[in-house]
């Protein structure tokens, strides 16, 4: 639960974002980071929060470690940890 | 703080370029070299660090001096028999309690949360606070949300407590807040720590210039670590640089995420609802301080204060046989690896978890037994 995920912002709605990780939309809560968020910026995401906003320029870079995790490790452990760390939909968990 | 130390070698690092890699590792050498002792330790506080570290098979690279050791970096792990017993007793009495994955397996006292779920007890695994909260919405139930994490985890927690909860929420927190415990840790004789690496993402929260007073006190370096490969390796050549020129300083290889002052609106959200109390982390005793719980303005929300929790009955029927072999303790103190340990990989494994070491993917023992722990040199 220590490594949060990047994903890229597609649209704000006060404090929920629409964030794009991989393909996959997710709300992710805007309450914690402390710079303001619009579409195209890059965050980072624990447990469905935005902690920090990744700089324009290194977004790129940090992007790189998941995507190998995602590519090439995806079902062993720190694969596995980082497909966690992708939100879920919001809602209950199923009964 | 001299800006030279916030090294700048981490942005200049390109990402798992083989090239890069070995030339850090011969720079590691020679650093290590000239440090001159048999052994040279540094303690690291993070599972992320631990997978990495293990995964891309860094300590086969390291110099065969340099020790890197796993501290009490698994906020799963640390959390103890009577959080656990807590959280058991409360499912049996008929809450709901709502937890991350890893937390459901943590043996308590006589039960893990999985146990209690197979009795009957009704347990839901959460993705996140604000989903413990919608689960609240969605029942008449009462929802006991069992919080676990470090500071950056109880962030979102504290965001939660913040907005609007539903009179059914609440919260039973083990969270958990780092820095105390590299105090005790950094005390302990039979470590001899002499650099530690900080997680880059908590250091995002907390800012790397909540270390300096440790480093002050304690005279011991502290690296804030990205997690790549290359990240970790440049945080050990800067670790080992500061060792070897007797400077206890922080320095910062992260600086793409992490600043001096951290996210300062984070900060104020985590201490308007937490306060830092004294508490026992497994295996490493009291940690003063080392706990997080529920400011005054917060009790309505604090199962503690809600709820009589006698884990008595549980602790009556206890049965320590099997765990008494296990090591945890020692292995989240730093003072032994897995391979120390006779139960690792034997009677220990994680279909069958002895320890809490051993549940977590954060956990050293789980991630040595998936890659290997030391390198056979």
């Given at each position: 639960?220590?490594?949060?995920?990047?994903?890229?912002?597609?649209?704000?709605?006060?404090?929920?974002?629409?964030?794009?990780?991989?393909?996959?939309?997710?709300?992710?809560?805007?309450?914690?980071?402390?710079?303001?968020?619009?579409?195209?910026?890059y965050?980072?995401?624990h447990?469905?929060?935005?902690?920090?906003?990744?700089?324009?320029?290194?977004?790129?870079?940090?992007?790189?470690?998941?995507?190998?995790?995602?590519?090439?490790?995806?079902?062993d452990?720190?694969?596995?940890?980082?497909?966690?760390?992708?939100?879920?939909?919001?809602?209950?968990?199923?009964? | 703080?001299?800006?030279?130390t916030?090294?700048?070698?981490?942005d200049?690092?390109?990402?798992?370029?083989?090239?890069?890699?070995r030339?850090?590792?011969?720079?590691l050498?020679a650093?290590?070299?000239?440090?001159?002792?048999?052994?040279?330790?540094v303690?690291?506080v993070?599972?992320?660090?631990?997978?990495?570290?293990?995964?891309?098979?860094?300590?086969?690279?390291?110099?065969?001096?340099l020790?890197?050791?796993?501290?009490?970096?698994?906020?799963v792990?640390?959390t103890?028999?009577?959080?656990?017993?807590?959280?058991?007793?409360?499912?049996?009495?008929?809450?709901?309690?709502?937890?991350?994955?890893d937390?459901?397996?943590?043996?308590?006292?006589?039960l893990?949360?999985?146990?209690?779920?197979?009795?009957?007890?009704?347990?839901?695994?959460?993705?996140?606070?604000a989903?413990?909260?919608?689960?609240?919405?969605?029942?008449?139930?009462?929802?006991v949300?069992?919080?676990?994490g470090?500071?950056?985890?109880?962030?979102?927690?504290a965001?939660?407590?913040?907005a609007?909860?539903?009179?059914?929420?609440?919260?039973?927190?083990?969270?958990?807040?780092?820095?105390?415990?590299m105090?005790?840790?950094?005390?302990?004789?039979?470590?001899?720590?002499?650099?530690?690496l900080a997680?880059?993402?908590?250091?995002t929260?907390?800012?790397?210039?909540?270390?300096?007073p440790f480093?002050?006190?304690?005279?011991?370096?502290?690296?804030?670590?990205?997690?790549?490969?290359?990240?970790?390796?440049?945080?050990?050549?800067?670790?080992?640089?500061?060792?070897?020129?007797?400077?206890?300083?922080?320095?910062?290889?992260?600086?793409?995420?992490?600043?001096?002052?951290?996210?300062?609106?984070?900060?104020?959200?985590?201490?308007?609802?937490?306060?830092?109390?004294?508490?026992?982390?497994?295996?490493?005793?009291?940690?003063?301080?080392?706990?997080?719980?529920?400011?005054?303005?917060?009790?309505?929300l604090?199962?503690r204060?809600?709820?009589?929790?006698?884990?008595?009955?549980?602790?009556?029927?206890?049965?320590r046989?099997?765990?008494?072999?296990?090591?945890?303790?020692?292995?989240?103190?730093g003072?032994?690896?897995?391979?120390?340990?006779?139960?690792?990989?034997?009677?220990?494994?994680?279909?069958?978890?002895?320890?809490?070491?051993?549940?977590?993917?954060?956990?050293?023992?789980?991630?040595?037994?998936?890659?290997?722990?030391?390198?056979?040199?």
């Amino acid at each position: 639960m220590c490594l949060g995920v990047p994903g890229r912002v597609v649209e704000v709605r006060g404090v929920i974002a629409i964030v794009d990780y991989w393909g996959v939309r997710r709300e992710t809560r805007l309450d914690v980071v402390d710079e303001p968020v619009a579409p195209g910026d890059y965050i980072l995401n624990h447990v469905g929060f935005a902690i920090c906003k990744i700089p324009a320029a290194e977004a790129r870079e940090t992007l790189a470690l998941y995507e190998h995790l995602l590519r090439e490790a995806p079902a062993d452990l720190m694969g596995t940890d980082v497909r966690g760390e992708i939100p879920r939909d919001p809602g209950p968990p199923d009964a | 703080m001299p800006e030279s130390t916030i090294a700048r070698d981490a942005d200049r690092l390109a990402y798992r370029d083989p090239q890069r890699a070995r030339a850090l590792a011969r720079r590691l050498e020679a650093l290590v070299a000239e440090i001159g002792r048999e052994r040279v330790c540094v303690m690291h506080v993070c599972g992320t660090h631990e997978q990495a570290i293990a995964k891309f098979g860094l300590r086969a690279v390291l110099p065969r001096a340099l020790d890197v050791i796993m501290g009490p970096g698994c906020p799963v792990c640390v959390t103890d028999l009577p959080e656990v017993d807590e959280a058991v007793t409360l499912a049996q009495d008929g809450k709901r309690v709502a937890t991350y994955g890893d937390m459901v397996r943590v043996p308590g006292t006589t039960l893990s949360l999985a146990d209690a779920a197979a009795l009957g007890a009704r347990v839901d695994v959460v993705y996140s606070a604000a989903q413990a909260v919608a689960l609240a919405r969605a029942t008449r139930d009462e929802v006991v949300f069992f919080a676990s994490g470090f500071e950056t985890t109880a962030v979102t927690t504290a965001a939660v407590a913040l907005a609007d909860v539903p009179p059914n929420f609440s919260i039973l927190s083990a969270h958990k807040y780092i820095p105390p415990a590299m105090e005790v840790v950094a005390r302990l004789p039979e470590t001899r720590i002499e650099a530690f690496l900080a997680a880059g993402h908590a250091a995002t929260i907390t800012g790397w210039g909540i270390f300096e007073p440790f480093v002050a006190r304690h005279r011991i370096p502290v690296v804030v670590a990205g997690f790549e490969p290359l990240d970790i390796l440049a945080a050990l050549v800067q670790a080992a640089r500061l060792i070897r020129d007797g400077r206890p300083e922080v320095a910062n290889m992260y600086p793409r995420c992490v600043t001096r002052e951290g996210n300062r609106n984070a900060q104020t959200r985590l201490w308007r609802v937490f306060e830092t109390a004294s508490g026992r982390w497994r295996g490493i005793a009291d940690v003063p301080g080392g706990n997080l719980r529920l400011r005054d303005a917060f009790a309505r929300l604090d199962a503690r204060r809600r709820y009589r929790i006698d884990t008595g009955p549980l602790r009556a029927a206890a049965s320590r046989r099997r765990t008494e072999a296990c090591i945890c303790g020692r292995i989240l103190s730093g003072v032994a690896t897995p391979a120390d340990c006779p139960l690792f990989g034997t009677a220990c494994v994680p279909e069958r978890p002895v320890g809490a070491c051993m549940v977590s993917t954060e956990g050293a023992c789980r991630i040595w037994h998936q890659y290997g722990g030391r390198a056979e040199l």
